[in-house]
């Protein structure tokens, strides 16, 4: 049997109907659903007011201990940080990318891959590094704040798009000959990584570090996470189509650059000290909507397959008639 139109990714223009065509030219660009999460976050009152409300009694509380705690520790920490990237025979050591200067004050005249900085690299480190634990001190007076916030964000932009319950329906497999996936090792790494724990761990002691590398490092970091990040969005869509683990599994397998360029951008913007958690918000929107052009692909992908079968049925009459 020969390959149709169903195998194509993503669909030729002249493939989809009219009302399917700026969909698919949104799914061709994945990163273009973080920019519209933070658009419709920040100008959509439906969302950023309840969001907000939610949420604005611990990060006030959150920003006060945050800020207490940058000015009692912020001197400690610098004249540590640039203690450890000095030493040649540290893990950390930038003496070989950047020429660090013993008497530099906040603005110097260091210089990284031989370009001038108009601040030193202890002090910007320093500065990331306090940044993440603000961040992760706003993040416990959230607590469970904003988890509601972010489910509420997803269910209001699917309710703003005009779809209930019913619009999420089983999964259809859009490749006649679907890639195969290897499930064992990364199935069962995959169920360690939700363990919250595990998850903080991995967080908070393996890429922190790497992400307070300069400049480069939050975008290795980002890109380590991409793929996680972007799967962890999708959950809701999974679960409201009723996805089997190895269903979830080919889905991403046959989408994975796709949802690697939506999870870089995703965690680069989660990665931001203290802000990022407002990006952590608009990007359960940007999913969202993903997640609706995507089922808008499914039901199309089924109709073809649907008329195909009783294109099929019908010559199979004719022949033994």
Same mark, same amino acid.
């Given at each position: 049997?020969?390959?149709?139109?169903?195998?194509? #990714?993503?669909?030729?223009?002249?493939?989809?109907?009219?009302?399917?065509?700026?969909?698919?030219?949104?799914?061709?660009?994945?990163?273009?659903?973080?920019?519209?999460?933070?658009? #419709?976050?920040?100008?959509?009152?439906?969302?950023?007011?309840?969001?907000?409300?939610?949420?604005?009694?611990?990060?006030?509380?959150?920003?006060?201990?945050?800020?207490?705690?940058?000015?009692?520790?912020?001197?400690?920490?610098?004249?540590?940080?640039?203690?450890?990237?000095?030493?040649?025979?540290?893990?950390?050591?930038?003496?070989?990318?950047?020429?660090?200067?013993?008497?530099?004050?906040?603005?110097?005249?260091?210089?990284?891959?031989?370009?001038?900085?108009?601040?030193?690299?202890?002090?910007?480190?320093?500065?990331?590094?306090?940044?993440?634990?603000?961040?992760?001190?706003?993040?416990?007076?959230?607590?469970?704040?904003?988890?509601?916030?972010?489910?509420?964000?997803?269910?209001?932009?699917?309710?703003?798009?005009?779809?209930?319950?019913?619009?999420?329906?089983?999964?259809?497999?859009?490749?006649?000959?679907?890639?195969?996936?290897?499930?064992?090792?990364?199935? #069962?790494?995959?169920?360690?990584?939700?363990?919250?724990?595990?998850?903080?761990?991995?967080?908070?002691?393996?890429?922190?570090?790497?992400?307070?590398?300069?400049?480069?490092?939050?975008?290795?970091?980002?890109?380590?996470?991409?793929?996680?990040?972007?799967?962890?969005?999708?959950?809701?869509?999974?679960?409201?189509?009723?996805?089997?683990?190895?269903?979830?599994?080919?889905?991403?397998?046959?989408?994975?650059?796709?949802?690697?360029?939506?999870?870089?951008?995703?965690?680069?913007?989660?990665?931001?000290?203290?802000?990022?958690?407002?990006?952590?918000?608009?990007?359960?929107?940007?999913?969202?909507?993903?997640?609706?052009?995507?089922?808008?692909?499914?039901?199309?992908?089924?109709?073809?397959?649907? #008329?195909?079968?009783?294109?099929?049925?019908?010559?199979?009459?004719?022949?033994?008639?």
């Amino acid at each position: 049997m020969s390959r149709s139109s169903l195998t194509a #990714r993503p669909f030729a223009s002249d493939n989809v109907p009219a009302t399917l065509q700026r969909a698919t030219l949104r799914l061709n660009f994945p990163p273009s659903y973080v920019v519209v999460g933070v658009y #419709r976050l920040f100008t959509d009152q439906s969302l950023y007011k309840p969001a907000w409300d939610k949420c604005r009694h611990g990060a006030r509380r959150g920003l006060i201990v945050g800020f207490a705690w940058t000015c009692l520790t912020y001197r400690i920490q610098r004249h540590i940080v640039r203690s450890i990237i000095s030493n040649p025979t540290s893990l950390f050591s930038l003496g070989y990318i950047t020429r660090l200067s013993q008497t530099a004050t906040e603005l110097s005249e260091e210089t990284f891959l031989g370009f001038n900085l108009p601040f030193n690299i202890s002090t910007y480190v320093a500065f990331l590094l306090l940044g993440a634990q603000v961040t992760t001190i706003i993040t416990f007076f959230l607590s469970r704040n904003i988890r509601i916030a972010r489910q509420r964000a997803w269910d209001q932009t699917v309710a703003s798009r005009g779809k209930g319950a019913d619009f999420w329906q089983p999964y259809v497999e859009e490749w006649e000959v679907p890639p195969a996936v290897h499930e064992g090792f990364s199935a #069962r790494l995959g169920s360690v990584m939700e363990i919250w724990i595990v998850g903080m761990v991995v967080k908070k002691v393996l890429l922190l570090p790497l992400s307070l590398y300069p400049f480069l490092g939050t975008f290795v970091a980002a890109g380590l996470k991409a793929v996680g990040t972007a799967q962890h969005l999708h959950k809701p869509y999974f679960k409201a189509k009723n996805m089997t683990p190895h269903q979830v599994a080919v889905f991403i397998e046959e989408r994975k650059w796709d949802y690697r360029l939506f999870g870089f951008a995703a965690a680069l913007l989660e990665g931001i000290p203290i802000i990022g958690l407002a990006f952590t918000v608009s990007n359960r929107i940007g999913a969202a909507m993903w997640a609706h052009d995507l089922e808008k692909r499914q039901h199309h992908v089924a109709g073809q397959k649907s #008329r195909r079968s009783e294109d099929v049925t019908v010559m199979d009459e004719v022949q033994s008639g």
